[in-house]
């Protein structure tokens, strides 16, 4: 009953307890790196300044990500195939460009549609912003 309040609570106010206590954990060892950062006298550009300062302190405790999930081996797999068969270019509907395309970009450049929008300026990546009506396109399609 406690954790489920506790986990409400973090959702609507974006405290999340655990959180704040990795942080509270992690910052004696932030303090103690970057006094020995300042100690090197970094140039000038290099140098820390309050301003600059936003640490991500609970980080220090966490896993470096996860590799793995479907979607995770499904996107490499994709990958590898359109570079093996490497088209001039490949055009994508609805992929998460932060997964799969930001994988394709490496070695061709993307066209994405997608009905959500997309601020983005990465080189290679054209957005379109469309419902795609495969019936009216004039693309060739090919499978993976």
């Not at 489920?4 to 932030?30: E, N």
């Not at 950062?37 to 140039?43: F, G, K, N, S, V």
């Amino acid at each position: 009953m406690k954790n489920r309040f506790l986990a409400r609570q973090s959702y609507s106010t974006g405290f999340h307890p655990g959180v704040f206590i990795k942080s509270l954990r992690g910052l004696p060892s932030f303090l103690r790196d970057a006094c020995r950062y300042q100690r090197m006298d970094p140039p000038s550009g290099f140098r820390i300044t309050a301003a600059d300062l936003f640490p991500i302190l609970s980080d220090r405790f966490s896993k470096a990500g996860f590799a793995g999930g479907h979607y995770f081996h499904q996107d490499l797999w994709a990958a590898r195939k359109i570079f093996e068969r490497s088209p001039r270019e490949h055009m994508d509907v609805g992929s998460r460009v932060d997964g799969f395309i930001a994988h394709l970009l490496v070695f061709r450049p993307v066209t994405v549609m997608d009905i959500r929008p997309l601020e983005s300026n990465i080189s290679g990546l054209t957005f379109l912003q469309d419902d795609a009506d495969f019936a009216t396109l004039n693309w060739p399609l090919s499978m993976v």
